[in-house]
């Protein structure tokens, strides 16, 4: 017997293995029609669909093609992270007569910087223009230090390695760092301001029935004086209204000890608040928590209907109380997982869903008082100054900084199995992140990206993106005398932003939340 296998050629054994397979497929498995109907071959068909997105990506889409980052896009994420050479040779290869396509107007001549002037010393800073937490006179206000900074993005969603070159990222480019709903991480603390971010699960200020407990937030804000605000979720762009359920099998012993869980057991992040079911007790519920902590409170939406916003406006004029900046996240927004019936269809796009929510409270003199956090693709400098000619005071970015620390966009974040280990728990994976080049690389980004905002604001005749007019911006709609100023597109004025200049800002008492 030995004598008449060792007698088989290898070709011979190949032939064997595809026989087998081929049997299998026709008379053994039912699952796929496919193989059974094209056995051996069928297999091909289910390999190269694998394999068809890193295909399409490498050779087959063009330059401004993919989404949700096209490659321009990436590449010029992945250029300015490493300090590489981010411009582009032989003018712009987009379409600038397409529709929708932005024109920022400039000015005849530029804003001339006088001597001494801040961005003579430092071309990269740029500091929010308003202070959160000022108006309703909170006792630690804070300025953030840059306008651009990171979104919420769990431990959890986002691997230890990858917390940890976010936050000393951050700390490098003087910028904060939102935790996202997982809860605070021994990652989280290595020096970058925090912004304490928590939706319906609690996590980190849970009760043991799942609610949400104040001695433990005012033991955090306490023990960890680099959180510098505090943000309560009512819901993001990717997946509003839905709630959620943590696996028992992803929770280990720490996540377990920094959401506040059980090790192994399932937990469900419910639709609705625990803490307050109605807009009234909202409102009570933001004003607990600045009280007790002294920090500013805001609140973290994507926008849809109306009503609601309008119920919280008019309290707000009432009672002289609400939050103290509201992060508008828009329907492009990505995550962790999500179903795509809800990524795709559910809240509005960021320009509608802002621009609805921002003529609501300025109808109403509110804008002053808010300081307006904008989330959604806009991590890039021209993106930022249209959302600042609308309304916005800060920009934040998920996964814009997942890119700068070496996300490759595989899509994948919901397997676990993140080839570049940023949105992974696999050890093996994230073993891969340096943290101290990787927050080189974010800073670097997030300088970068200050940089050519300032430059393009002065390009426009200003001294901070918080001076851009609604009119300053232009839509295409096919003709430039019919594209519109912002203004006439979604008809209403941006409040002017009282800034004196950037010496003020620089010179502020909370600049950084300094306590
Ligand atoms: C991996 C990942 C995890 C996220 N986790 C949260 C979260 O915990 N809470 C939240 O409000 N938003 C979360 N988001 C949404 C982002 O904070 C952000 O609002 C959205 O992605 C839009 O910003 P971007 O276009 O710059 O990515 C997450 C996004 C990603 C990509």
Known sequence: MLDFLSSIAWWGWVLIALALVAIRDVFFQKKHTISHNYPIVGHLRYWLESIGPEMRQYFVANNREELPFNRIERGWIY????????????????????HQHVFINNAMMPFKLPENHPNKIDKTFLPCAKVMGEYNKRKRPYRPASIINVSAMSFGSLSAKAIESLNKGVKIADAYHNTGEGGLSPYHSNGGDVVFHFGTGYFGVRTEDGGFSMEKMIKLVN????????????????????GGVLPGAKITKQIAEIRGVEVGKDVLSPPN??????????????????????????????????????????????????PDFITVD????????????????VSLPWVYGFSDLYKL???????????????????????????????????????????????????ICHTNRCPTGVATQSKWLQNGIDPTL?????????????????????????????????????VNVDDHNLSKELSKTYQYEKTAVPFISMQSLKDCEHLGGAR
């Open 79 to 98: 250029a300015s992270a490493k300090k590489e050479n981010n411009y582009e040779g032989f003018g712009t290869d987009r379409d600038i007569y397409e």
């Open 223 to 242: 023990d960890n004086p680099f959180i510098r605000a505090i943000e309560v979720k009512l819901s993001q762009g990717a997946k509003p209204g839905k």
């Open 273 to 322: 608040h625990k803490a307050f079911s109605n807009v009234p007790e909202l409102v009570d519920f933001i004003e607990s928590i600045a009280e007790a902590t002294g920090l500013p409170v805001g609140i973290k939406a994507a926008i849809g209907k109306l009503e609601q916003w309008e119920e919280l406006a008019d309290i707000m004029l009432k009672t002289d109380k609400g």
């Open 330 to 345: 828009g329907g492009e927004g990505g995550t962790g997982a999500a179903p795509p019936s809800f990524a795709d269809h």
């Open 361 to 411: 409270f300025k109808s109403k003199g509110l804008s002053e008082r808010i300081v307006f956090v904008a989330s959604g693709k806009l991590g890039f400098p021209a993106k930022a100054a249209m959302a600042f000619a609308m309304g916005a005071d800060c920009i934040n970015v998920a996964r814009e900084a997942m890119m700068s620390i070496g996300c490759i966009q595989a899509q």
């Open 438 to 474: 990787k927050s080189i690389r974010l800073a670097q980004y997030f300088k970068t990206f200050r940089k050519e905002l300032i430059e393009i604001t002065h390009a426009a005749g200003y001294e901070h993106p918080c001076q851009f007019k609604m009119s300053d911006v232009e």
